[in-house]
């Protein structure tokens, strides 16, 4: 428990001074949180009430049996209590008072609980079989234009404004569907959706005002929930991009903490050193590992603090609420070694414990492939820490592929050698199936940026995200080559708005001899032209493909060394094959199919993916400059 915490007050049946007239709360409860509830759900119930001096009351709970308040926690603020509520299994869905009593004073709020959809807990998530779409709704598509900017929230739209918020929306989003669908995704990742009332900035969703409620310039909880339901009819899941480690100034809660440690404070504004190692080096000091969980992220982002229990088990229900009111498959946490390491464990494993299957990826940004296994869950550490999480990002594998294929340099260790060395690694890692593999996102360069504008390289590393072990991630516009509108402008350069999001609007992709390479008609429907649609199709035929091809979600990979900016690798099972050549280099390349007899001996009669035609491969087959040759086998 919490040091700030004052004590527990007895749920009690009313109060000395006897029954009282019970009153409707009216404005007397400003809040309760979780918003409702369920039957048959495994996560306990805690409810966060907010009330003016509403600490002194007693509380219970009316409408139905199997229902009961079992104990009423103060905070260091009169303004909350922290009710927890026991559900029985034979309890009834209905609507029940939550009464609150003091000193012949009586008023009720009531409070929804729900059944809970058959099979809710055995839901599937996304794995290996995925391709996961990313997307920063504001950039991507206008659905709505009446909700640009609302009278509720401060920051109002301008299109014009790097840092300013465009005017994407859920139903933007929803209006894509089909296109999402048909090129290959079978995910959506949209970036925060929930309320960020920042004054500016506000347009990423990170520095969240409200967890229960979607930003109204993207749309309603209740279109959240039918988004995610649309998405499910098209075969697309969703997952939720949730932040625990810090709020945003603007959040309610920043006016009146519940408790005093609710999040870390210091005498004067401290950020984050941003030194994971802490989190594992032997040698750390308690001190720099305090700076690197406790230190704010910036400004404008309050670091909260989980080591409070209360905080804890608000993040625990927040998640699972979203989870089972809009029906989601999958969370990604954001600044994942930014929170205390053993109460995010602890919120793991309860996700885990109300949905087994349920997958949760971290953002675990570092180079350091070990520091990066630490945070697998079921991963070996000396120390005895699990993470629970099952699945990470794969950002050393970013860097290589990325470095590597920018570069014509043939220097040790340099080119198409940095991806044979990253995946080198591959045995510090617990559940490679459980890597979510990507060559850019919101937060750094563009592809396309850096592969310096080559539309031969940039379709290599999409080659190699359809067939690379791990769960593939695209950013919004990567199948086109989007690149930055103005790199200096930072991350505000790098998330351009979608062609067709806004009808009637016209944007050039890239321009490749001064042509432009895509527009808009005046329905506001996306035309590929040119560059753009080469590179959308073969984007669309690679995940097409990858689709149904077990091999690639769940096989074996064996690679093969080169230092000529050269780079092979097989994908492999007991009845199936990938082969997949890598020629980086400017000239011409006779692949040295001799030198993989230990696989291709039995390999014959192959299809090239990208063309569907028939292809023998041998020491005698050429593959061009900047080009990727990928065949099919049957054993």
Known sequence: MSSAIIGAVSCGNGNASGPA????????????????WWTGMNTPLQLLVQGENISGYDVRIEGGKGVKVSQVHVADSPNYLFVDVEIASAAAPGTYSLVFSRDGDSFSYPYQINARTEGSASRGSFTAADMIYLIMPDRFANGDPSNDSTEDTAEKADREAFFGRHGGDIQGIIDHLDYISDLGATVIWPTPLLLDNEPEGSYHGYACSDYYRIDPRFGSNELYRDFVSKAHGKGLKVIMDIVTNHCGTAHWWMEDLPFKDWVHLFPEYTGTNVCFSTNMDPNASKYDLNLQESGWFVPSMPDMNLDNPYVLRYFIQWAVWWAEYAGLDGFRVD??????????????????????????????????????????????????????????????????????????????????????????????????????????????????????????????????????????????????????KDRSQGHGGLRVDFPGGWSGDAM?????????????????????????????????????????????????????????????????????AVFVFINNSRGKKHIPWSHYAEIASGLHAGRNVVTGEPVEVSDSTVVGPRQVLIVEYAK
């Open 508 to 576: 050039d992709l890239f321009s490749h001899k001064g042509r432009a390479e895509a527009s808009v008609n005046t329905d506001g429907k996306p035309v590929r032209k040119g560059f753009a649609a080469d590179m959308h199709d073969y984007v669309q035929t690679l995940f097409q493909w990858r689709k149904g091809k077990k091999v690639i979600h769940d096989g074996k990979t064996l690679h093969f060394l080169s230092r000529d900016n050269t780079y092979a690798y097989f994908r492999y099972d007991d009845t199936d």
């Open 21 to 36: 007239p019970v009153q409707d709360a009216g404005e007397r409860i400003t809040r309760v949180e979780p918003l409702s």
């Open 335 to 484: 600044t994942y070694p930014y929170n205390e390491k053993v109460p995010m464990s602890r919120w793991c494993a309860a996700v885990r414990a109300e949905y087994p299957d349920f997958n949760i990826v971290g953002e675990c940004w570092t180079s350091s492939i070990p520091q990066l296994a630490y945070w697998q869950g079921g991963n070996g550490n000396k120390d005895g820490f699990d993470s629970h999480l099952p699945s990470i990002m794969d950002f050393p594998l970013q860097e290589a592929i990325c470095r590597g294929l920018s570069t014509d340099s043939q220097a040790w260790g340099e080119g198409m050698v940095r991806v044979y060395d990253c995946l080198s690694n591959d045995f510090v890692y617990h559940d490679l199936s459980r890597m979510m593999i990507f060559t850019g996102n919101h937060d750094m360069d563009r592809t396309g940026d850096v592969l310096r504008h080559n539309a031969d390289r940039h379709k290599i590393a999409l080659a190699m995200m359809a067939t690379m072990r791990g769960i593939p991630q695209i950013f919004y516009g990567d199948e086109m080559m989007f690149v930055s």
